[in-house]
């Protein structure tokens, strides 16, 4: 059997690192409706405190990704996790709303200090089967968020908004396990390796996958920030947005392992093209409908939505395999973060709007994604290059 270095138990071990560490951002848009009767704040300002989650997430990766690249140690996949958990976990503490901006925030540091040198770890174990070992990479931490919303919804409806607490086992757990794998390596041997491509040509693909990210990113958080909001104005309980926010991100992670996977049979670029075109009129859809066949829609959304996030990730790396913690905290954060700061301006045109009007623009954005798409395909990419 021919050695294709993929290295299976590393990369199921760092995908459930991913999958533990985020689901702690997970918690947050489920409990907002709670937080919100606690502390009296409006939906602009509830707006807010998902961006600051989402913004300390996504755009301090990039130092995370360059500290990473330099120091080369083993560090942030293990103090990652219980950064993020400990103080997601003790949340429903703060008795005033800027020191509940303070605890997202610094969970979310953890969060974003975990993703750049544990995407760079899984691209170095994958060996030549890139795209699956992200598309797996990707799988944990997109059902992490699934699982957290679902979770988190069934331990405040049984035990309250204190119960929230009990969640700050796993995060311990999983840092213990990584360290215990990981700390004999000291040193993240990046491949001295250079891409076929020119500056210019490099540049051009970077800036298109950083804007394909981004718009696809706005949609996701837009979608998982005002879907609960919108559900609670209808009169639903906080558990069915809980049901609904985990269907859409657990079958988004079944698209991104299967999309990193058939990326590697019809090639990467239909497979962005079907996750901006699909989601489009799904969730369209979603938004005219109720009870089973909203479950349906969402999840269908969800699946195709996330199918290219592995391999923008893997392009990426592919494009600068010398600097690929760097490149993966720009593509899996900072794209993530400006999209987050969108966020502030779409919950300030909800208080306008309405809530609904406002999801079905934030859908409307996945067609800039197409549109995006066509200018990748004037681009030879080979994402074997690695």
């Given at each position: 059997m021919v050695d294709d270095g993929y290295s299976r138990g590393k990369v199921l071990l760092l995908s459930t690192g991913h999958l533990i560490t985020d689901i702690y951002p997970g918690f947050l848009a489920p409990i907002v409706p709670l937080l919100m009767a606690k502390l009296d704040f409006s939906i602009s300002e509830a707006a807010t405190l998902m961006s600051t989650l989402i913004i300390a997430t996504s755009l301090f990766q990039p130092i995370f990704g360059y500290l990473s690249d330099r120091i080369k140690r083993i560090v942030f996949i293990v103090i990652g996790p219980i950064i993020a958990a400990f103080f997601m976990s003790i949340i429903n503490l703060p008795n005033s709303y800027h020191l509940l901006l303070l605890f997202v925030f610094l969970s979310g540091l953890g969060v974003a200090s975990f993703h750049p040198q544990a995407a760079a770890l899984t691209n170095l174990r994958s060996g030549t089967r890139k795209g699956s070992g992200m598309g797996i990479f990707v799988f944990g931490g997109s059902i992490g968020i699934g699982i957290g919303s679902l979770l988190i919804s069934v331990i405040v409806s049984i035990g309250g908004l204190g119960a929230v607490q009990y969640a700050i086992i796993p995060g311990f757990v999983i840092s213990a396990l990584l360290y215990k794998s990981f700390c004999k390596e000291r040193v993240v041997k990046i491949p001295e390796k250079n891409n076929n491509y020119s500056i210019q040509t490099a540049s051009l693909i970077l800036i298109v996958l950083f804007l394909l990210v981004a718009i696809r990113a706005i949609v996701i958080l837009g979608l998982s920030a005002f879907i609960p909001i919108y559900l609670a104005q209808r009169g639903e309980a906080v558990v069915y947005g809980g049901i609904t926010l985990f269907l859409m991100h657990s079958f988004?992670?079944?698209?991104?392992?299967?999309?990193?996977?058939?990326?590697?049979?019809?090639?990467?670029?239909?497979?962005?093209?079907?996750?901006?075109?699909?989601?489009?009129?799904?969730?369209?859809?979603?938004?005219?409908?109720?009870?089973?066949?909203?479950?349906?829609?969402?999840?269908?959304?969800?699946?195709?939505?996330?199918?290219?996030?592995?391999?923008?990730?893997?392009?990426?790396?592919?494009?600068?395999?010398?600097?690929?913690?760097?490149?993966?905290?720009?593509?899996?954060?900072?794209?993530?973060?400006?999209?987050?700061?969108?966020?502030?301006?779409?919950?300030?045109?909800?208080?306008?709007?309405?809530?609904?009007?406002?999801?079905?623009?934030?859908?409307?954005?996945?067609?800039?994604?197409?549109?995006?798409?066509?200018?990748?395909?004037?681009?030879?990419?080979?994402?074997?290059?690695?």
């Amino acid at each position: 059997m021919v050695d294709d270095g993929y290295s299976r138990g590393k990369v199921l071990l760092l995908s459930t690192g991913h999958l533990i560490t985020d689901i702690y951002p997970g918690f947050l848009a489920p409990i907002v409706p709670l937080l919100m009767a606690k502390l009296d704040f409006s939906i602009s300002e509830a707006a807010t405190l998902m961006s600051t989650l989402i913004i300390a997430t996504s755009l301090f990766q990039p130092i995370f990704g360059y500290l990473s690249d330099r120091i080369k140690r083993i560090v942030f996949i293990v103090i990652g996790p219980i950064i993020a958990a400990f103080f997601m976990s003790i949340i429903n503490l703060p008795n005033s709303y800027h020191l509940l901006l303070l605890f997202v925030f610094l969970s979310g540091l953890g969060v974003a200090s975990f993703h750049p040198q544990a995407a760079a770890l899984t691209n170095l174990r994958s060996g030549t089967r890139k795209g699956s070992g992200m598309g797996i990479f990707v799988f944990g931490g997109s059902i992490g968020i699934g699982i957290g919303s679902l979770l988190i919804s069934v331990i405040v409806s049984i035990g309250g908004l204190g119960a929230v607490q009990y969640a700050i086992i796993p995060g311990f757990v999983i840092s213990a396990l990584l360290y215990k794998s990981f700390c004999k390596e000291r040193v993240v041997k990046i491949p001295e390796k250079n891409n076929n491509y020119s500056i210019q040509t490099a540049s051009l693909i970077l800036i298109v996958l950083f804007l394909l990210v981004a718009i696809r990113a706005i949609v996701i958080l837009g979608l998982s920030a005002f879907i609960p909001i919108y559900l609670a104005q209808r009169g639903e309980a906080v558990v069915y947005g809980g049901i609904t926010l985990f269907l859409m991100h657990s079958f988004g992670a079944i698209g991104g392992l299967v999309g990193g996977h058939l990326s590697e049979k019809i090639g990467e670029k239909m497979v962005i093209i079907l996750s901006f075109i699909v989601p489009l009129p799904v969730f369209s859809l979603y938004l005219m409908s109720s009870g089973l066949i909203s479950f349906i829609l969402v999840s269908l959304g969800g699946f195709f939505l996330y199918s290219s996030i592995p391999v923008v990730i893997f392009l990426g790396q592919s494009t600068f395999p010398n600097r690929i913690s760097t490149i993966s905290s720009m593509i899996m954060g900072l794209g993530w973060g400006i999209a987050g700061l969108t966020i502030i301006g779409f919950g300030a045109l909800a208080e306008i709007i309405g809530v609904k009007t406002t999801l079905f623009y934030l859908v409307y954005t996945s067609g800039l994604g197409f549109i995006l798409t066509l200018i990748l395909l004037r681009v030879k990419l080979n994402s074997r290059c690695v």
